[in-house]
């Protein structure tokens, strides 16, 4: 984590450097070199393509948790207008974990709720790290009733290492407050429209994730268990880069494992360099694949939306007979 | 076993102590007392000194909960499998197959209970420590659609470390898949009692655990999202006496009852009874 550079990313960075130093000496030169960086930019962009077309299971798990990556209130502030948050489950707290509020996409009214990471460190303690209290599913609850009440559909944004494992949580029911979302969201009357724009760490994502269309952005990952902890479970070793390695292999959490095993309906393709790399062109996308699933799902009545979404889940799950 | 010699010394009378075997006695964990394991067996696995409530199987809690030779147990040729192809998944499997038996970690079963007819889903922490997988979840789903059709209430014992790692997301996906069939409960005014028992943690607490019209849950479990391992390692500290337990939850109002184990079928049946549904009142305004 943090914002220094991927290891595997090494090369890009450097080359960025000396494109960026290149350029500054020559303004300050009055030179135009042009001519001169048309090859490195070239070089750059297809030194970012190779990296990112090749990334391991474990290094998709770095990506997704990079944090310059966008985030939630990044996509809200791209790709929507007219957002007013709201805030707090009106029982205990405002979990800064997780942000909502009334937006418009396209002119259109929506309800967003998503998780919510930080940047540096005091921000991630304030949002602590996108891990969410029972509050924070509480509240997601409320804004999701509230969107109901007014027809209007809900969009999430999955970006969580997990729900917080504390004893404030413990003692509010944390197990109760994802097991009331999963319920609620298999009942709600309005599309639901969820979206990994992240990591998609087990229990504390689903609990936004009960949706009509789940899509995943192409580097981001969606698992029952962090690799840390499936290592160290397994294989009682959760630090060592072999173990996480194989743990994130056999986990199968990346976007094209979803689509595969029936998980996922779509993976919106990121930009050159990841999503972190041009965050207006990775806004860009989202805005239109969940724009595009909105229309077809506005089209269904809310009995036959609800039914084809509980279908959609009870279909889950490989087993013989 | 040298703690058993010990233990026999002090607490047995001479003459039972030639009579049976040593491999027939068990020891209570929690506070030692030794006894006959027949007898423990005979109690329902709660120990007769200290009343703590003892693992139990499966197969036990359906003759606790049932009415005698009304058992039927459903759903039993669903067998996991190795979707995700993940390292020694297979062999894991085949032993607890070996050793727990064939019904996963989720028995289920329908038959009566005080006469009424009901759905039993126990799960068995014997199996891959009752971890949720694609065979547990779907059993629940089935159970809960038969109750869907034939309009019985639903009962499911838990007992579970959470969702099985060995099937990745896929076991993730049970927890929305057993809370989307309880909606379908809920529509339709179908009671479920939930009962708890000892250890309902993770993937399992966090969905159809949770979710029951009533929520019981026995003497000392544990119950919790993250175990208490886990909680220990963010904390960096010990936790509080008795944190977690089936009492604490009661106290902070997780749950609706704790209850002992010798007195499970009658309270649920009590609940089963007060959870029908009544006809709408017709009202006293002519106007
Ligand atoms: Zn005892």
Redesign the interface.
Known sequence: MGTSALEFEKPIVELERQIEEMRRSSAEQSINITAELAPLEHRLAELRREVYRNLTPVQKVQVARNSRRPFTLDYVKLCFTDFIELHGDRAFRDDAAIVGGWARLEGETVMIIGHQRGRDTKENIHRNFGMPHPEGYRKALRLMKLAEKFHVPVLTFIDTPG?W???G????????A???N??AM??LQVPIVATVIGEGG??GA??L??ADRILMFEHSV????TVEG?AA??WKDGKSPEMRE?AAS????TAP??LE?G?IDEILPEPEGGAHADHAAAAATLAKHVGEQLDELRKLKPEKLVRR??EK??K?????? | MAWFRKEKKVREPRRERLEIPPDVWEKCEACGHTDIREKLVRNWHVCPSCEFHRRMRAHEYAALLLDEGSIEETEVDLKSTDPLQFPDYPARLKKALGTAGDSDAILTATGTMERMPVNLGVMDFAFMGGSMGSVVGEKIARLAQRSLEKKFPLIIVSASGGARMQEGVLSLMQMAKTSAVLSQLHDRAIPYVSILTNPTTGGVSASFAMLGDAILAEPGAVIGFAGPRVIRQTLGQDLPEGFQTAEFLLERGMVDHVSHRHQLKQTVGRLLRHMSLKPVASGWDTA
């Open positions: 729900a494992a504390g004893l949580a413990e003692e509010r029911g944390q197990s109760e994802i097991a009331r999963l319920f298999s009942e087990s229990g689903l609990a994730g009960v969606y698992s029952v268990i499936c479970i397994l194989k056999a986990l199968r959490i494992d979803l095993l998980i979404r509980r889940f009870m889950m799950g490989q087993f013989e007979e």
